[in-house]
């Protein structure tokens, strides 16, 4: 064998390349020529595998720059030694550094990606939306609705801010876009500051216009985007970046902290989730541990797959066992099902 890397997609073969997916992949739908390419030239990252002038395996991601989901990672039968899966998945996360880096395994996988750095995590959500929407996904994809681990049945104190919600409500009139015309960055910007950051950590006079413009950036970039507004107000934010036919990774979903508690925060997203399954696409989303519970209910169904990237430093670092019971599940672990 005379194997060689491409990290590029100059040139590619898509008519080669969606052949060999088509034959080495479980996914129901056939693609086409053109829906193989539409999906690879909205992705930002890419290794293709050859032998000789013979393409063997593909991987490619969609990333914001600072969070990317793997697709499409295959390699022919005949081909898929070890050596080879670890090159082509390695090369990726080196174009990846810094990155955050999520993907959606398959029980054949799972040892894989857990002997190549990945964790198995316990916070990724897929909505399915209210119609049984689920039934489109292969079996074992889900754990089942509303599924808690032992330690979700009582409260950890989690390193995450938890705003207090007013118990008196004012009133309001919410009304929800998923236009970008007359979008106010530095207020998206403050509002995602708020919603994330403790109180004494920023204040909105030091935001500078590289920051503003950052935020700016990344909602351009995202093909979907969902704002919420009180009248003229804008109260709360979501967004995500896709490759326009199958995957849409929901990322910035923040509500003004005056406004939490009225329900808005679940609108913007499903508003957000709504027309991206009205596209046909998939729209998946990774949580942290303090906000599992809002997403754990109808219209989204826990992933039982999905694993993150966690390099070398992330390993080493001394994360509190409470946040790390939050976020992961132990290596090798495996449901009762899956023996």
Not at 55 to 80: C, H, M, N, Q, T
Not at 227 to 252: H, K, P
Not at 324 to 335: A, V
Request: with cysteine; proline share 2%; glycine share 8%.
């Amino acid at each position: 064998m005379n194997i060689s890397y491409v990290e590029n997609i100059e040139g590619i073969d898509y008519k080669q390349l969606n052949a060999m997916l088509e034959k080495n992949t479980t996914k129901k739908a056939v693609r086409g020529v053109s829906h193989t390419q539409t999906v690879f030239e909205n992705s930002q990252y890419f290794v293709f595998a050859y032998n000789l002038n013979q393409l063997i395996g593909a991987i490619r991601a969609i990333s914001d720059g600072e969070w990317a989901v793997i697709y499409d990672f295959v390699v022919i039968k005949e081909y898929a030694t070890r050596q080879i899966k670890e090159e082509i998945l390695s090369r990726l996360v080196k174009q990846l550094v810094g990155q955050h880096i999520f993907t959606n395994a398959t029980l054949e996988t799972l040892s894989f990606y857990e002997e190549n750095g990945f964790q198995r995590t316990k916070t990724a959500f897929t909505y399915v939306g209210f119609k049984q929407g689920e039934k489109n996904y292969s079996k074992g994809y889900f754990l089942p609705q509303g599924y808690q681990f032992e330690n979700e049945f009582f409260e950890v104190k989690l390193p995450f801010i938890k705003r207090h919600v007013p118990t008196k409500k004012k009133k309001v009139t919410i009304s929800y876009r998923t236009s970008r015309s007359g979008v106010d960055y530095k207020r998206v910007n403050e509002i995602i500051n708020r919603a994330f950051k403790d109180e004494g950590s920023w204040h909105s006079e030091n935001i500078d216009i590289i920051e503003i413009e950052k935020t700016r950036h990344l909602f351009d970039i995202s093909q979907y985007v969902s704002f919420a507004y009180d009248g003229d107000r804008l109260v709360g934010v979501a967004r995500a970046i896709t490759d326009q036919l199958e995957e849409a990774y929901i990322q910035n979903v923040a509500i003004d902290p005056d406004y939490q508690g009225y329900g808005i925060g679940w609108q913007v997203t499903v508003t957000l989730c709504e027309a991206i399954l009205k596209a046909g696409l998939n729209p998946f989303l990774h949580t942290h541990p303090g906000a599992v519970g809002f997403y754990n209910r109808a219209g989204f169904l826990r992933n039982k797959i999905a694993v993150d990237y966690r390099g070398k430093e992330d390993q080493n670092s001394q994360i509190p066992i409470e946040v790390e019971q939050g976020f992961y599940l132990p290596r090798g672990y495996r449901f009762i099902d899956e023996f």
